[in-house]
């Protein structure tokens, strides 16, 4: 079986069935994580919530809960290359969050 020769096209114009919005929504990425009592906590982004980083609870055999409202995305400027923008202590959460950079305390929000 013999091929023809290749077509060259100038750089990024070949045709593609990948998109860049198909790239970039495919899927989420997890984050930082943490645990108390029989609670898994991750920080997880959501390209399908304009990239929204949530915090979700993967309760030991239960099914995940969002732990902060859709519009709360669990970030900060402070620590965009490392580190964290949450922290778990016994029943309070303490987030930063991204739209004004405050850092707020959720009592209660973990239950034993």
Known sequence: MT???PQVLPYGSWPSSISASAV???GSKP????????HRIASVSKPSEAGRVA???HIAGGEPIDLLPSAFSV????HE???TAWWLGQS???ACHWGDQRLYAVS???EA
């Open 3 to 5: 091929r023809g020769k």
């Open 24 to 26: 970039t929504t495919a």
């Open 31 to 38: 984050g930082p994580m943490g645990e108390y009592q029989n």
């Open 55 to 57: 915090l979700i609870d």
């Open 75 to 78: 970030r900060t400027r402070v």
């Open 81 to 83: 290359y490392g580190g």
């Open 92 to 94: 309070t959460l303490y």
């Open 108 to 110: 209660g929000s973990i």
